[in-house]
């Protein structure tokens, strides 16, 4: 039998300068948060355009500390999207919150200030709105509107480093901002996040929160000459990263923009390929800002005539391995003890969206035969 190789839908662009990057914090004796956890995060936030960047072990623990830095609790409602990955709404159990799921736009995936605003109530203290899939959401509208209403703004931009906002990177100007380094992003650390902000005293409070609440890190502990007693200013957590994680960092941070430029060129490929299959409405930047196509998704229209999974199948029996779209929290067993106002446009794109494969090593010729799998199905 004829082995068909597999077009995977993401490979992380990591080699031997990443390794030896690894390496060296290991021989160097600081494994844990140290020296290149603290260089990461000042680069990292000078990319996206932030302040002050706090890195932590996942964008999930920096979106439970972004809400824990806004003081959300216990019979607050925070709005979320219930299209992005579960994380997302699950962060606002976490400090005892209720998520409130509001719909998203057609084009980006995205909430939007009319969206959000459909689902405000007086227990409203905050909402999380995300870069889905790398798409930026409209930073100026939803941030101006935020402070309208008085409401905290946590941006999830798990998928967004090297996405822009009007003509900036995503994060420049954000509150709160929550980014992932999990190898299905751009970028990778293995497991890894960041939060950045613009104010010292958030950035100092969240270096607090990821470490146990003490008032001094084990860093600066480690560097000084005399002994040194540290508090215990509340409680908090052991979100950290290590420096062995922050060198892997630093490697691919030098690498993003290159990664950016090549999917989006791959991405304006299959644009046009796909331009000429009845029925299928491919993933674009916004008119405010482009998106690093982190997730290149296909929208599937009724005159497509195929079940999105028929078209999974087909693709996987033809060696390409697509993903279902964006999942839809509201669906899970986990959320259904929530019964969320009607989500119509969430549901269309989880249930009629299909992501296909984008990395730095698809060829033309990998491109060539994705589109014409779904050519072949829109015309038999
Ligand atoms: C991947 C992702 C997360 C979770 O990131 P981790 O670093 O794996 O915790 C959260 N939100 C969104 C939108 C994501 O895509």
Redesign the pocket.
Known sequence: MAVVPVIPVMIPDLGEEEAQAAAEAVRSGWVAQGPRVARFEQEFAAAVGAGHGVAVS???TGLHLALVLLDVGPGDEVIVPSL??I??ANAVRYVGATPVFADVELATGNVTVETVDAVRTPRTRAVIA?HQGGVPFDTVALRKAADDWGIGLVE?A??AAGSTAYGAPAGTGARVAAW???P??LITTG?G?MVTVDSPEAAARLKRLREHGMNVSAADRHASKQPVLEAYLETAFNYRMTDIQAAVGLVQLGKLAGLVAQRRELAARYQRLLSDVNGLIPVTDPAYGQTNYQSFWVLLTPAYRRARDEVLSELAAKGVSARRGIMAAHLEPAYADVTPCPLPVTERITRESLILPLHHRLTEADQDHIVGVLRELATR
């Open positions: 996942s964008c999930t992005s990955f994380a997302t995300v999830d798990a998928c992932s380094f999990h299905r992003k497991e996040g």
